[in-house]
């Protein structure tokens, strides 16, 4: 027993497999063990906190039927009961039609990228206090008050996640990783409400994030509001700062699903039947990538599926995960997809990988760089409430938020009005007049799900800014 | 079908008696610590969500959640603390790492926290209004009734893809708090949806059930709630008639808004901007604060004066009904809006304390055993004009030149809640009075003000809905909330409307 009460992830791993109906049926289980801590605060004060600890178990049991494999998934939180579980599971898979994503499990000892998962399976889940968050927390008692003299009001969360998922099959796979993610962000808004402006970044952590760090940012983008100059609807040249970039590409990334793509159904659809791969989205030669081994934004290099969907399999359970250009030089490379579906499809496989990054090799520049070099136009510090209009184009809208600065002559001289967007960004990849060095970056919408981005700093000549937006 | 009575019963796999000893632990050690206020919350939520992707089985999961939370003040200060492990000792420990939490994270800088006085509501047994407990039917039984529908879709010639879903939830919630309520709650909801997808030379359209999600067991399926076989009849030829359809012309056009797209503008417009945390700050950082600021109370003209919106957790069948909540507030209503003028907000007991609001009005939830409680919106609606109030007809019979429009979509609106953009399932062109055919790449962009200022008419009972979503989102880390909305048919006039592939620039 661990200190909780519950057992070791390994001997669920292992009673499960026991428990399965031993011979004609194949079984995966997924235990996850996590732990974490986050504290928000707002109107220079701290408000909610918590601290958690929860452990899910996945059964995924197959079962032979006539004309095909039938899958049963069940999952149970905290001390399951392991008979009832797997019961669950089975009983399923003997009520579901076979499934069309069947491959046979992967057999270790699995591949040589898999040698530290392979080792980690034996060693006792991480887990994370709230003595990370010291840090934080220590500086916030001084920002609070800082904030109080110089008349603006901080708001803001730091949270500390630590996800160890178990990984055993029928077949004799035992794989673990673990995973660390954080996340700080800070908003200042001016006493009377008129300006507002936000800084995040991501870290697995905390050592390489500070308040101070951010909060002088945050200052002296309040200082640019003191200028405020109205703005109306229409095209503007924009400089998207790497945490909006990365909202947008997260959001296109998302989208490359082989199955729906061959459907008919996404922007990487071509007319008339088929894929767009190998088109070519942007003049310039990007490469948009995932890749478990790209330095500081590690994640699992195996797949872990509780449930199949899309493009996603339960049978790819343990798939090694490599680096996947999914743009390469600005033509559209990959989509995703399971075993079974690239089988059909006369393609790689391609799974789900925890990060991305968007480049342009050779780029050099930072957001004040391009700033320096922008003769008339609006700099944004992040995008909002992002949602698709249409899947066809990727059309997605939303809206500016906490600060649009203008630029005149290199300098900016004073911040706008916010805007509601009506956007593509596979069509932003195809407009793009500049792009900086990529760093890392973390988008104020989906940073929260998806932690781990790297993007660039773009230039976009003509972004189209659909109508004003009072907010503030 | 007849209701039956269902009783509520402890969180199973627990029996009262194991969950007896974990409260008495927790709450006996948040006695022993100094807390001035303690809630011990022990749930297990099961569902499970099935998908068919053209008759075969996409993917299906059967889930079940189970852990305990407790918060705590003590000292002034809030902490929160929640696991999976659900025996006394565990439930005892939490308590002690609550209260840690809440005096490391005051040395921070924490103001003082209050909570609105609430008396002693006893033992509360409450269970929403189901027949069939959804998450008990079999896989097999929910498979038959998805492919039954996705086979009617499909068979239409023109109909090139349909996708065929359901999600069930059932949450059971046991509560007690060291005031001396103690409550054991059932709730139930299903949401399941049909979507057709047709190919079209160079693009595609969709057409998706309207049905909304509901607080109604597995019978809603069947016909119990809605016209399952009319409307599944009815979407390939609404398919096919949007495919064939002309682009819009982008300007102004009169609107006559059906309930099914309506809900979503009330949720997003009016729900989130009269959340009492939102327009004091507390979300600023996150989900953003609101137009509708507290200084404005009884006086803000959010629309014309026909237009009056309660916030409701007794609605029946509503997703954000309740008897208890999570803070120990019975469900209840009250006003939002009425005649016109911003009326009341919506509470949990922190913030209605540091507002000095007086009482909580119930709307304390959290989505998870392991998830702070935070103030989630009310079944937030709008009242139809009566019994003898107009029909959807009468309605569009009075506009000249406009769109009717049916079925939600695309959604976005900023963080102060003022401008927003929607786009719906289907769009007629009203001429004359009547309906004139489809259009397509429909949006919809207006203030929430400038919008609701043009609200000219609101349709009778007859035309009024509950509409609603399981997946609203707010607050850090991240909570998703069922809430229901119900409306009737209106008359908007004056609207932008943008066509979403001028938009896009091609």
């Known amino acids: ?472 | 079908m007849h209701c039956v009575a269902h009783a509520a019963s402890p969180p199973g796999p627990l029996d009262a008696d194991q969950v007896t000893a974990a409260r008495d632990a927790a709450l006996g050690e948040a006695q022993r610590l100094g807390c001035t206020s303690t809630e011990f919350r022990l749930e297990r939520i099961r569902s499970q969500h099935v998908r068919l992707r053209d008759r075969a089985l996409e993917g299906a999961a059967d889930d079940t959640e189970l852990g305990i939370g407790v918060r705590v003040v003590v000292d002034g200060s809030m902490g929160f603390a929640a696991t999976v492990a659900t025996g006394p000792e565990q439930a005892a420990e939490l308590v002690t790492r609550a209260v840690d939490a809440a005096r490391t994270i005051a040395r921070a800088g924490g103001g003082r926290v209050e909570l609105a006085e609430e008396p002693s509501h006893g033992s509360v047994q409450w269970t929403s209004s189901f027949t069939v407990d959804p998450v008990d039917v079999p896989l097999a039984d929910k498979v038959a009734q998805l492919d039954d529908w996705s086979g009617r879709v499909l068979s239409a010639d023109h109909v090139d893809h349909v996708t065929a879903q359901v999600l069930a939830v059932t949450e059971d919630t046991y509560y007690a708090d060291l005031g001396g309520t103690e409550a054991t709650q059932r709730r139930v909801r299903v949401h399941p949806v049909v979507e057709a997808l047709a190919l079209d030379g160079d693009g595609f359209e969709t057409m998706r059930t309207v049905a909304p999600p509901a607080g109604r067991g597995w019978e809603y399926l069947g016909g119990d709630g809605w016209d399952w076989d009319s409307e599944l009849a009815d979407l390939p030829g609404l398919l096919r008639d949007k495919v064939r359809a002309p682009s819009v012309d982008a300007g102004q056009y009169d609107l006559v808004v059906d309930p099914t797209n309506l809900w979503l503008t009330i949720h997003e417009s009016i729900g989130h901007a009269t959340e009492l945390d939102r327009a004091l700050g507390y979300e600023a950082a996150y989900a953003g604060t609101s137009f509708a600021t507290v200084d404005q109370l009884g006086a803000l003209r959010y629309g014309a004066p026909i237009m009056h919106v309660t916030g409701d957790r007794t609605t029946p069948n509503g997703l954000a009904t309740v008897g208890i909540d999570h803070e120990g507030v019975p469900g209840q209503s009250f006003d939002l809006i009425r005649d016109g003028i911003l009326a009341g907000y919506q509470l949990d007991r922190s913030i209605a304390a540091s507002s000095g609001s007086g009482a909580s009005n119930g709307c304390a939830f959290a989505d998870s055993p392991l998830h702070v409680p935070i103030q989630r919106m009310a079944n937030v609606s709008l009242e139809p004009a009566g019994d003898d109030g107009p029909t959807t007809e009468d309605l569009i019979g009075g506009v000249e030149r406009g769109l009717y429009i049916v079925g939600d979509k695309s959604w976005s609106i900023d963080m102060q809640r003022y401008n927003f953009q929607f786009t719906g399932q289907r769009f007629f062109r009203i001429e004359h009075g009547r309906l004139a055919g489809q259009v397509r790449d429909v949006a919809y962009q207006a203030t929430t003000t400038d919008f609701w200022g043009a609200l000219e008419a609101v349709g009778g009972r007859s035309t009024y809905l509950l509409g609603g979503a399981f997946n609203c989102g707010k607050g850090q880390p991240g909570q998703v909330a069922p809430v229901s909305h119900g409306c009737p048919s209106v008359v908007v006039r004056n609207v932008r409307i943008l066509n979403t592939r001028d938009e896009s620039g091609r």
């Open chain 1, 1 to 472: 027993m661990t200190t909780d009460g519950l057992p070791p992830a390994q001997a669920v791993v292992d009673e499960v497999l026991a428990a399965a109906a031993p011979g004609s049926e194949d079984c995966v289980v997924l235990v996850e063990e996590i732990s974490e801590v986050d504290v928000r605060f707002a109107n220079n004060t701290t408000t909610t906190n918590g601290t958690r600890r929860d452990r899910k178990v996945t059964v995924i049991s197959l079962r032979e039927s006539g004309p095909g494999t039938a899958v049963g998934v069940a999952r149970r939180g905290g001390a399951v009961d392991v008979a009832e579980l797997v019961r669950a599971a089975e009983r399923d898979a003997g009520e579901s039609p076979p499934a069309d994503d069947v491959s046979p499990l992967i057999e270790p000892p699995g591949a040589a990228s898999l040698v530290s998962s392979l080792d980690r399976f034996h060693a006792p889940p991480d887990s994370t206090e709230l003595s990370v968050l010291s840090g934080v927390l220590s500086g916030l008692a001084g920002a609070f008050s800082r904030a109080r003299d110089g008349d603006y009001v901080l708001a803001g969360y730091a949270e500390h996640r630590s996800a160890t998922t178990y990984l055993g099959t029928s077949t004799g796979l035992r794989l673990a990783h673990a995973q660390p993610a954080g996340a700080l962000q800070l908003l200042a808004r001016s006493s009377d409400g008129s300006a507002s402006t936000w800084a995040g970044a991501g870290t697995a952590d905390f050592t390489d994030v500070s308040i101070g760090a951010l909060e002088d940012r945050l200052r002296s983008r309040l200082a640019w509001s003191d200028q405020q100059l109205a703005r109306p609807a229409g095209r503007y040249e924009v400089i998207l700062p790497p945490e909006a970039v990365a909202d947008l590409m997260v959001n296109l990334a998302f989208e490359a699903g082989g199955r729906d793509t061959e459907d008919g159904k996404t922007v990487f659809s071509r007319p008339g039947g088929g894929t767009r791969i190998g088109d070519q989205l942007s003049p310039l030669p990007f490469d948009l990538r995932s890749d478990p081994a790209e330095p500081g934004l590690e994640c699992s290099p195996f797949l872990a599926a509780a449930s199949s969907w899309g493009d996603t399999s339960v049978f790819d359970n343990g798939l090694p995960l490599l680096r996947t250009d999914w743009i390469a030089g600005g033509r559209l490379q990959r989509l995703r997809y399971h075993r079974a579906g690239a089988a059909r499809s006369g393609v790689q496989p391609a799974g789900f990988i925890g990060n991305a990054v968007l480049e342009l090799p050779g780029a050099t520049g930072s957001v004040e760089d391009m700033v320096a070099g922008t003769e008339r136009g609006l700099l944004l510090t992040c995008l909002w409430y992002i949602r698709e209009v249409d899947p066809a184009t990727l059309l997605l809208t939303g809206l500016t938020r906490d600060g649009v600065y203008v630029v005149e002559d290199g300098v900016v001289v004073g911040a706008a009005n916010n805007f509601r967007f009506n956007e593509s960004p596979v069509d932003l990849l195809a407009r793009v007049s500049e792009a900086g060095a990529a760093v890392r970056a973390f988008g104020r919408e989906l940073g929260e799900d998806f932690n781990r981005t790297r993007m660039p700093p773009l230039r976009i000549p003509d972004f189209n800014m659909s109508s004003v937006s009072q907010a503030s």
